[in-house]
């Protein structure tokens, strides 16, 4: 159970009320999906129980289908690829918030700026 109020609360707001929900929900799958409302958003998604079977985030399909919903959607932090990607700008650092903050933010935008070279030489 969550150490502090403010803990409980968060986990209850993200669906984890009962005792080991915090184990049974942890982080999974290529972005390490956490709470009970992530696992049963994505699994309504993809038509798979994951909320029973959370362990079924650990199956590469399962697992990008997972990111690339989440990302699309904000549903890990609440920011979207689409607030920092899109037509009118390419914010590859702060793009980084949509799954963890800014942790790694430059390495991994330069992986995005060499990718997208790569796919604009390719003319994919």
């Known amino acids: 159970m969550a150490d502090t109020e403010k803990h409980r609360q968060r986990a209850t707001d993200n669906g984890n009320t009962e005792q080991g929900d915090g184990y049974t929900y942890r982080g999974r799958g290529y972005v390490q999906v956490t709470w009970k409302k992530n696992y049963q958003a994505v699994g309504q998604q993809i038509g798979v129980d994951l909320a029973s079977e959370p362990d ?20 890990f932090t609440g920011k979207k690829l689409s607030d920092y990607v899109n037509d009118e700008r390419q914010d590859y650092v702060n793009a980084r918030r949509i799954i963890n903050g800014l942790d790694q933010a430059d390495t991994i935008a330069s992986f995005a700026i060499r990718f997208k070279s790569i796919l604009e030489a390719a003319k994919c």
């Open 56 to 75: 079924r985030m650990l199956e590469p399909e399962i697992a990008a289908w997972a990111t690339a919903y989440g990302m699309e959607r904000g549903i």
